[in-house]
């Protein structure tokens, strides 16, 4: 498995910092004892949430993503936007200002990071079921999330638009093709619960 390690820095400077996410820069002792230059972006960490109604179908969205000029499907996502927050409950959140969703049964479906050779964003997949309408009022979206478009896709067609290179955002790619894994592995009802630690984004129970 996977185990945590970290090389000396001599030196780190952040260049760039916005809104959400900062860039930065770090001289790295490598283990030949040469100093290398290695920039990356900071990032706090995301929730993705792969919502599975009874008919089988994951619940998407399209959004417009602008750095890949493109309409992405997309499953609920977003920002751990409160340090130490439970991942759980933004997955909850998410999954409610996004689609007007709720779930009843919640379940980890996998933790990845996205591009660690250049951002060391750690995103949580959930996955949801038993799923209702969300109580109140919708949540009024902005900006991008707008224009999002909704949709409920069969588990099936999910599969073969990703391996046909037609779907290409890394969260819905990986969430659909572990719930493939884990159904051929156990069952979905051995996934780790809800609440299972995450060295990547340490977070209050």
Known sequence: KDTPEEWEIRATDTPFVGSKTSGRTDDVVM??????????????????????????RVLLIKQYRHPVREKLWEIPAGLLDIPGENPLHAAQRELYEEAHVKAEDWRVLTDVYTTPGGCDEAIRIFLARNLSEADGERFVVEDEEADMEHARVPVDELVRGVLAGELHNNCLVVGVLSLVAARASGGLDGLRPAGAPWPARPFEV
Do not use: K, T
């Open 31 to 56: 283990p030949d004892g040469s100093v290398v230059r290695r920039d990356y972006q900071v990032h706090p960490g995301s929730v993705a949430v792969l919502a599975l109604d009874a008919e089988d």
